[in-house]
């Protein structure tokens, strides 16, 4: 934009950022402060279990995906151990 100025080209105005309507975000607040509470009383022990131990499988393959990567970039380098 400065750059612009300077050399007299025309200069865009910035597009205006969305305003949210303040109610709208106090009761989405309001009813995400509402929703753990009411989902945990809802579902059995072994059920919030069973949700918490498919996120964390899901979290440790995504990690392991992101490991082989980096192995395989470094076996394409030339090096086929971590320590070289």
Request: no cysteine.
């Amino acid at each position: 934009m400065v750059v612009k100025m300077a050399t007299g080209q025309p200069v865009e105005p910035e597009p205006e950022t969305p305003v949210k309507n303040p109610a709208a975000v106090a009761l989405g607040r309001l009813g995400g402060l509402k929703g753990g509470i009411a989902r945990k009383t809802k579902l059995s022990k072994a059920k919030r279990t069973a949700i918490a131990r498919k996120a964390v499988n899901a979290r440790w393959r995504k990690y392991r995906k992101d490991k082989g990567k980096q192995h395989d970039e470094r076996a394409s380098a030339g090096r086929t151990t971590p320590d070289s």
